[in-house]
């Protein structure tokens, strides 16, 4: 049978007060005389006292001591549990004890799933390519992961704990803090950089509150959008120099069409003259829209390479010979110089083949009448180079760090006049890059040019 702790204690005082009783009657038989009796008296009195005392001070230490144990057991810490032996008992003493341990299973389990949470928003704060800043309202920075770090070009664990104004050299971003925290609202900011290179950093400061009348913190979410404002301004670029492009031999086009329809069809020569315009501005139209298409599907990545064990020296004759009718007409020489030991490389033939008519054609279109192009190709350690080299005019030094841009023109006038699209190098640089090679260009004015492309050396 159960007993709790205070039946316990009530059966141990009734058992006192029993003791006590009969110790006293059974005195008082042994014993006649009055003084007798006194002394009796005060000796069951003593004798009460010292068992009671004796009885109490026992049942005093079996109630403290377990209290005691758990008593210690709680001031170690949250994480504390109390002895197996004191929460199994089945008094008061035992289900407390049996209750805080779970209490601490419960908050160990609460505490370790915040700890995992801690853990996830810490790792995804410090691999966020947005940069993250936290100031407290006192200026101060709480927190700054690596982007942020990278993008204003400072240690992050030098940063934190330090003023704002002392990491963040902008005076403008720097008020957008403080008005945040003043007006409690959202902003925006756009920070130009130019060291260690020249970015556009869009910011956004977003206040935290603690309390609906204040925030009690800023968070600034730091976005490179410098890649996003260039290829804006290149689209924007791009939509410009097409609808030129287009115009000009549209417009020729349209000329001479209303000219001969104005009456100039009985003309056979005038009118032959024209229709031979018309075709051939329809013809750089064509090649326009080819080239555009050409580069959109290779740009994309929607081009398929047809990557086969080439033999370099074979495509670069093949080629030469489908050329040599255009040299012949420009009055240019072809000359091919081949090392007898080139490799195989992995390639696709006609996109080759389409790098150096790209690169011949554009040679012969700023090569003088008598002039030379040489094509040759040689083995540079794990690459083979292809060059096309001319003794034309030449590019200006200026120039040379634009001239695989799209549209992108040395002598706009002499390029219209013999049909260019301006998209030809641009061709011919992602066509290479695609390979996993690079192209690169020497000139020097009045003396010529030589582009060169380089191709992995296939396995």
């Known amino acids: 049978m159960r007993c709790s702790l205070k039946g316990k204690i009530v059966i141990a005082y009734t058992g006192l007060t ?97 700890a995992e949470e801690n853990r996830r928003y810490a790792a995804i704060v410090q691999n966020m390519v947005s940069g993250i800043i936290l100031v407290n309202r006192r200026g101060k920075i709480e927190l700054l992961n690596p982007a942020a770090a990278q993008i204003l070009a400072v240690e992050a664990e030098n940063a934190v704990g330090v003023h704002n104004r002392e990491v963040i050299k902008d005076y403008d971003l720097n008020q957008k803090i403080q008005r945040t925290f003043a007006t409690g609202e959202t902003q925006s900011y756009e920070l130009h950089l130019v060291f260690p290179r020249e970015r556009i950093i869009e910011v956004s400061f977003i206040p935290l509150a603690s309390s609906a009348a204040e925030a009690s913190a800023v968070l600034m979410v730091l976005r490179d959008v410098t890649e996003s404002h260039r290829l804006a301004r290149m689209r924007a670029e791009f939509v410009s120099n097409v609808s030129h492009e287009m115009r000009t031999p549209l417009t020729s086009i ?32 064509s090649r326009l829209i080819d080239d555009l298409l050409d580069l959109s599907k290779i740009e994309s990545g929607r081009i398929r390479l047809d990557f086969r064990k080439t033999n370099l020296p074979k495509v670069i004759a ?33 996109r080759l083949a389409q790098v150096i008519i790209n690169l011949a054609d554009n040679s012969s279109k700023f090569t003088h009448h008598g002039g030379k192009i040489i094509i040759s190709a040689e083995e540079r350690g ?13 590019i200006p030094a200026a120039d040379l760090p634009r001239i695989f841009e799209r549209f992108y023109r040395v002598d706009k006038a002499r390029t219209r006049a013999t049909g260019g699209t301006g998209l030809g190098l641009a061709i011919v640089k992602h066509i290479v890059e ?11 004015v009045g003396k010529g040019s030589k582009f060169t492309f380089c191709l992995p050396v296939g396995e």
Not at 66 to 87: Q, T, W, Y
Not at 382 to 387: A, G, M, P, Y
Not at 434 to 444: D, K, N, P, Y
């Open 18 to 114: 029993l003791l006590a009783v009969l110790t006293a009657g059974f005195l008082l038989l042994r014993v006649d005389t009055a003084e007798s009796r006194w002394y009796s008296y005060a000796g069951i009195a003593a004798t009460v006292v010292l068992v009671t005392s004796v009885l109490g001070f026992e049942i005093a230490r079996r109630l403290l001591q377990p209290l005691a144990a758990i008593a210690s057991e709680l001031e170690k810490g949250v994480e504390s549990r109390i002895p197996v032996r004191l929460a199994a008992g089945t008094d008061e003493i035992g289900r407390l004890a049996a209750a805080i341990n779970r209490e601490v299973a419960q908050l160990e389990g609460r505490i370790a799933s915040l």
């Open 434 to 444: 695609a390979h996993g090679g690079h192209v690169s260009v020497e000139s020097t």
């Open 382 to 394: 794990n690459e083979v180079c292809i060059s096309v080299a001319d003794n034309g005019v030449g």
């Open 254 to 285: 349209k000329g001479f069409t209303e000219t001969l329809l104005d009456g100039n069809l009985d003309d056979r020569e005038t009118a032959r003259r024209f229709i031979g315009v018309i075709d051939r501005e329809a013809e750089r139209l």
């Open 318 to 350: 093949e080629t030469a010979e489908k050329l040599k009718p255009q040299m012949d007409k420009c009055g240019l020489t072809m000359e091919l110089e081949l090392s007898p030991t080139l490799p195989l490389i992995m390639a696709d033939a006609d």
